[in-house]
């Protein structure tokens, strides 16, 4: 089984920039989709992006297009989520996620795996 372990998060003043990491362990992750997913106090855990298996097509929340950047490096096992020009509004708890079956989805519930979240603050 999968586990996925996230890092990276912290506390930022708007306008600054933090890269995510989504390490995973038990299993390899290099023939799924990847997605980030994240939860703010009292709302429900969104979609922010998705990355195929190989990398080659993305997909982003309109909320984060031209900010955020997610990437993958297979040999690591490991996915990424370039943060630049915070707000306060990205304050949330992210989360990786595996999706094993085909294609791209922004539900949380097809997605198979998750980490356990880290935090990201942006501060005004």
């Known amino acids: 089984q999968v586990q996925l372990v996230e890092s990276g998060g912290g506390l930022v003043q708007a306008g600054g920039s933090l890269r995510l990491s989504c390490a995973a362990s038990?299993?390899?992750?290099?023939?799924?989709?990847m997605g980030w997913f994240r939860q703010a106090p009292g709302k429900e855990r969104e979609f922010v992006a998705h990355?195929?298996?190989?990398?080659?097509?993305?997909t982003y929340i309109d909320s984060v297009k031209g900010r955020f950047t997610i990437s993958r490096d297979n040999a690591k096992n490991t996915v990424y989520l370039q943060m630049n020009s915070l707000t306060p509004e990205d304050t949330a708890v992210y989360y990786c996620?595996?999706?094993?079956?085909?294609?791209?989805?922004?539900?949380?519930?097809?997605?198979?795996?998750w980490g356990q979240g880290t935090q990201v603050t942006v501060s005004s």
């Open positions: 038990g299993g390899t992750i290099r023939n799924y989709g």
């Open positions: 996620a595996v999706r094993t079956a085909p294609g791209r989805d922004f539900t949380p519930l097809m997605y198979d795996y």
């Open positions: 990355i195929s298996w190989s990398g080659g097509s993305t």
